[in-house]
């Protein structure tokens, strides 16, 4: 991986962990509205981040996590019936309008959930990105 991409990921990686985390409204209606943009997200249970995700339109899909059975999250790590009584244990916090969206999400998700996305998997730079 080039020397100024992989800075630009740290520099993104960085605004994120220091992003507002804000508690996940269980009526949807959040007290800072979500811009109406692209972006990248990540739910924290304490201070680990549990998920990272991107999307083309952050206020759309926050919305959809306080909705349980419309985000991946809840179905991923735990039930939407637990979600629902758990909710108070995560935040939620983002960063907006930049490109490389995809590539942020998967650079987080080595770094942050040590998983390697499928797409990574025969990539040369996993470990660069793991020692980054």
Excluded at 33 to 51: D, F
Excluded at 99 to 115: A, H, I, N, Y
Aim: charge should be positive; include cysteine.
């Amino acid at each position: 991986m080039k020397p100024d991409i992989l800075k630009k990921l740290i520099r993104l990686e960085d605004s994120l962990r220091k992003a507002v985390r804000y508690p996940i409204p269980s009526d949807g209606q959040w007290a800072v509205l979500p811009p109406a943009r692209g972006g990248v997200y990540a739910i924290w249970k304490g201070a680990k981040a549990v998920y990272v995700g991107e999307t083309c339109h952050l206020d759309h899909r926050l919305g959809d996590i306080a909705r349980f059975r419309r985000h991946a999250f809840w179905h991923r790590l735990i039930s939407p019936k637990a979600a629902a009584e758990d909710l108070q244990r995560y935040r939620v916090s983002f960063i907006a309008g930049f490109l490389g969206r995809k590539e942020l999400e998967e650079f987080l998700t080595v770094r942050w959930l040590g998983k390697v996305p499928g797409r990574l998997s025969y990539c040369d730079d996993i470990e660069q990105i793991r020692n980054a």
